[in-house]
């Protein structure tokens, strides 16, 4: 078994510390991904901490059939997209303004993108090295806190 399906069980037997261990391996990739589709840092801060909570709670349903790495980016493209909507939804009410029109590009834009997760796997690892501050969660807004 890995070390990361190691992490994952000890975290499934309920091992804080196992759980901020997989947050840190995989928090530079998810930042990364939803940094690519969302222009607010705020938002990305948030989506990622609402993926590594989604993630705790349904730990147990990961079955191991692709990699943790993929898996989370499964979780945090359907979090990004439920974001892009609700936003789209929100800026729609402001009849007419140039944000309602650019919510909604951006949302098409996103569901019209192929999901290719070993592609988005190796993309936002490349991104997360080359980007390291971007991979790092600002001052007190740290998943683990």
């Known amino acids: ?7 994952v069980e000890r975290a499934r037997a309920g091992s804080e510390e196992a759980f901020a261990g997989i947050v840190r391996i995989h928090q530079g990739r998810i ?3 939803l940094g690519r589709y969302l222009r607010d840092r705020d938002a990305v801060d948030d989506l990622a901490q609402e993926v590594f909570l989604a993630a705790y709670r349904s730990l147990s349903t990961f079955k191991g059939d692709s990699s943790l790495s993929i898996w989370l980016l499964g979780i945090a493209r359907h979090r990004a997209l439920a974001h892009l909507r609700s936003e789209a939804r929100r800026r729609a009410r402001e009849a ?3 944000q309602a029109a650019l919510s909604e590009w951006r ?3 996103f ?6 997760a070993s592609l988005e ?3 936002t690892a490349a991104l997360a090295t080359l980007r390291p ?4 969660p600002r001052r007190g807004r740290n998943f683990q806190q």
């Open 133 to 136: 501050q971007a991979a790092q």
């Open 1 to 7: 078994m890995d070390e990361e399906m190691v992490l």
């Open 96 to 98: 007419g303004s140039l």
């Open 121 to 123: 796997e190796r993309r």
């Open 111 to 116: 569901e019209e993108i192929p999901f290719d």
């Open 107 to 109: 949302l098409r834009r």
């Open 31 to 33: 930042r990364a991904f």
